[in-house]
């Protein structure tokens, strides 16, 4: 606020500056007699003409910073205030206004333990209308498999976020098992709070990455190896290179050779809040949605009703359903049972025409025994990357 200020000033006082010079001419121009203290103030006026443009030039020009496109400028504005990249190929004749997007803000309690019930089940209810026109419609609306809300397919498209093949994405998986993520919580970048993003916006400038390109190997790898530098002072470990070549490849599932902008910004959001936010304050971004399908999961795990499951167990419901619903699930509509050790005859145990590796399920005697806050403080990170609509793994599972 204090540039702003003094540039504000600076204006000003330029401007009186301007009027003086142009009231100082008129004169002269008035008073032929008086050509002789005209020619002897030329000098002086001269100067402070100059003085005048080199102001003017100044207030404008504001503080000595790198030049930057329009178009660079507009990425990171509209990045900044959680709007992402939009295409400008949009009609934007006959689009909705984007409603602004407020992005939260921490409070005291949230580090605190959320009191999240293994035996109490939630009531889950969608909104009765549409969040952008605010009209009911029945059947026609399409809800959240994340949050409360519903959209109008028409709605979405007249706002932008509905394009291409998207549309069909939205018609055929809303009301299935895999179901639609609407443009709130498909963005990851918007959990961050205004803090968090311009840490996480210094870091992308700082490591010269332009909002809405794609990244190949290279730049991925490049990239993870500044900002370790920046972190540790030291180079990045040849293990932690191979992790994050594995990475890329996990969002990089048709393996086009590159990454997208918007799979990019997701990951590095949900790596932001891994390191920035303790456990229980990301168990607090669960909503009823994931918090019941969780509970869903662990209770499918716990054979015996002890309220203990094998690490192993939570370690193949990471593998099999919070890292992603995969897309192959779409026509047999898998059960959220199957987010366990996959049998055989499952519809989800064969892909690609190879059979997958068969997992001995081991005793609960046999290795660490998991109660229900500890399956959802490990899967709670996971169950977030899931959000997006896009294929791509946004945190790759550890084996």
Known sequence: MGVLMSRRQTVERVQKVSLAVSAFKDGLREQPSTRRRAEAGAARQGTLEQEVQEGEEEALAGPSQPEESSASKAAWERLRDGRGVEP????????????????????????????????????????????????????????????????????????????????????????????????????????????????????????????????????????????????????????????????????????????????????????????????????????????ERARAAFLALDQDNDGFIGEGECRQARHTWFRKHQKEMLSCNVSISHVGPISEGSPASSRNGKSPEKILPATKQEETSIDWPGFLRENVAYILAARPNSAALHLQPLA
Request: aromatic content about 8%.
């Open 88 to 291: 400008e190929e949009f009609d934007r004749a006959n689009r909705f206004t984007p409603p602004a997007f407020i992005r939260p803000k921490r409070e005291l309690h949230d580090d605190e333990p959320p009191d999240i019930s293994l035996e109490q089940r939630e009531q889950i209810l969608n909104d009765e209308m549409c969040e952008i026109c605010e009209v009911w419609t029945a059947e026609s609306l399409f809800p959240c498999r994340i949050c409360h809300r519903v959209y109008h397919d028409g709605c979405l498209r007249r706002m932008g976020y509905l394009q291409k093949d998207s549309a069909v994405e939205v018609t055929e998986t809303a009301h299935t098992e895999t179901g639609w993520s609407c443009y709130y919580c498909d963005n990851l970048n918007l959990l961050l709070t205004e803090e968090e993003m311009y840490s996480l916006m210094e870091t992308l400038r700082n490591c010269k990455i332009i909002p809405g390109a794609c990244l190949t190997l290279d730049d991925f790898l490049h990239y993870k190896h500044q900002v370790h530098k920046q972190q540790f002072e030291r180079t990045m470990p040849e293990a932690q290179e191979e992790q994050a070549a594995l990475q890329f490849n996990a969002l990089d599932p048709d393996k086009k050779g590159h990454i997208e902008w918007q799979d990019f910004l997701s990951h590095e959001s949900i790596q932001l809040l891994q390191k920035i936010r303790p456990q229980n304050a990301l168990l607090r971004l669960l909503t009823p949605k994931e918090r």
